[in-house]
T-cell receptor, first 116, second 113 residues
């Protein structure tokens, strides 16, 4: 299995809703990432988990709450989002997030989120 | 402030010819560079990378060139094939890892049969 699987593929939620995005990989990767990509913009890093511990939070608002229950699974809990949070949310994994070690990410196909 | 710039939003080439995708960066701390390819409705796929200690890396039809003094890199695809049609993202990182990647906006490559 060489894939990163993201569910759901599409999500429409209201500003008062609570929803979660799910990301799963079975490649034994120990680093997992959330990126956000708005239309015609590059992907921007949100969070990095290394060995199931949060190692980077790129000053993301608290209405986004990541969780890494185990080494294969990464969630992004959403609450009280704004319409400007509408974007493609990409999950990625890599064997490690260690510095000095070069690997390309494996990305999932993303969740297209629309906040209404 | 965009630290990784892909100034050409799109590029169209004929099948069999060379495709050259360009990328410029401003952060002199970047020391590792990657190219990703993205098809519609799919996540980006890692294509090729280069460390700042090299000026060229080749993998089959894909070659990446790095000019550190000009803070410029390019991806050459030879020969181009219709299946290469996709958005190509340039990305860079500090510390020689993919700990945090900074991406460019992407270039849409269309290879015409």
């Amino acid at each position: 299995d060489t894939e990163v699987t993201q569910t759901p593929k599409h999500l429409v939620m209201g500003m008062t809703n609570k929803k979660s995005l799910k990301c799963e990989q079975h490649m034994g990767h120990r680093a997992m990432y959330w990126y956000k990509q708005k239309a015609k913009k590059p992907p921007e890093l949100m969070f990095v988990y290394s060995y199931e511990k949060l190692s980077i939070n790129e000053s993301v608002p608290s209405r986004f709450s990541p969780e890494c229950p185990n080494s294969s699974l990464l969630n992004l809990h959403l609450h009280a989002l704004q319409p400007e949070d509408s974007a493609l949310y990409l999950c990625a994994s890599s064997p490690t997030a260690a510095r000095g070690v070069n690997y390309g990410y494996t990305f999932g196909s993303g969740t297209r989120l629309t906040v209404v | 402030d965009q630290q990784v710039k892909q100034n050409s939003p799109s590029l169209s080439v004929q099948e069999g010819r060379i495709s050259i995708l360009n990328c410029d960066y401003t952060n002199s701390m970047f020391d590792y560079f990657l190219w990703y390819k993205k098809y519609p409705a799919e996540g980006p796929t890692f294509l090729i990378s280069i460390s700042s200690i090299k000026d060229k890396n080749e993998d089959g039809r894909f070659t990446v060139f790095l000019n550190k003094s000009a803070k410029h890199l390019s991806l050459h695809i030879v020969p181009s094939q219709p299946g290469d049609s996709a958005v190509y993202f340039c990305a860079a990182s500090v510390g020689g890892s993919n700990y945090k990647l900074t991406f460019g906006k992407g270039t849409l490559l269309t290879v015409n049969p």
